[in-house]
């Protein structure tokens, strides 16, 4: 996955500027049913595919929300190709190039946080195996987490900066356990 921004960031403006690339959202993962070839049966299975603007914007809406990543959305860039692009703006995290976050850090901050592993027997897509994870409680399905997607801060703190996040509304699921709530916004 990754390859889904171009990235500018700025250590003395103390920001990171994110542009999607040309008429590109990025990606969600999505519950699909497809042909069993060894049984002929239908069969769920979480897939990736290209995310809508609006589940763009969400995904960062909930990292803002649930993991206090400061995520603004900045506006629609026209590009020299006059293709539409979105544009969000991060705190640049200053972190120990010696000491970058591991996927085991990334596991422990999901566990922390409440969330499980999503058995890899449910994804279609390989290079998220192991990396996909979902909180029954609000329904929130996170993947693409990846020790790449998280910092380090100089403090040791885990940070994720970069997740692919979908919600699952209770019932939505053939494989996912039943969100006992859908997440909403905090009031604040």
């Given at each position: 996955m990754g390859g889904e921004h171009t990235i500018f960031g700025s250590e003395t403006?103390?920001?990171?500027?994110?542009h999607t690339l040309p008429g590109f959202y990025g990606r969600i993962m999505d519950e699909t049913r497809l042909l069993d070839p060894r049984t002929f049966q239908n069969k769920s299975r979480l897939m990736m595919r290209a995310a809508l603007p609006s589940e763009y914007l969400r995904r960062w809406a909930v990292m803002t929300d649930v993991f206090g990543m400061r995520t603004q959305y900045l506006g629609k860039v026209v590009g020299t190709d006059a293709?539409?692009?979105?544009?969000?703006?991060?705190?640049?995290?200053?972190?120990?190039?010696?000491?970058?976050?591991?996927?085991?850090?990334?596991?422990?901050?999901?566990?922390?946080h409440g969330f499980e592993r999503v058995d890899d027997a449910c994804i279609i897509n390989p290079e998220v195996h192991g990396v996909t994870w979902y909180?029954?409680?609000?329904?929130?399905?996170?993947?693409?987490?990846?020790?790449?997607?998280?910092?380090?801060?100089?403090?040791?703190?885990?940070?994720?900066?970069?997740?692919?996040?979908?919600?699952?509304?209770?019932?939505?699921?053939?494989?996912?356990?039943?969100?006992?709530?859908l997440w909403e916004p905090s009031e604040d």
């Open positions: 403006l103390g920001v990171v500027v994110k293709e539409p692009q979105m544009a969000v703006e991060q705190p640049f995290i200053a972190e120990d190039e010696n000491l970058p976050a591991t996927l085991e850090d990334a596991a422990d901050f999901f566990i922390a909180r029954q409680r609000d329904g929130i399905l996170i993947t693409d987490a990846h020790a790449r997607n998280f910092r380090r801060d100089l403090d040791g703190v885990i940070i994720p900066v970069d997740l692919v996040i979908a919600l699952v509304p209770p019932g939505a699921s053939a494989l996912l356990p039943g969100a006992v709530k």
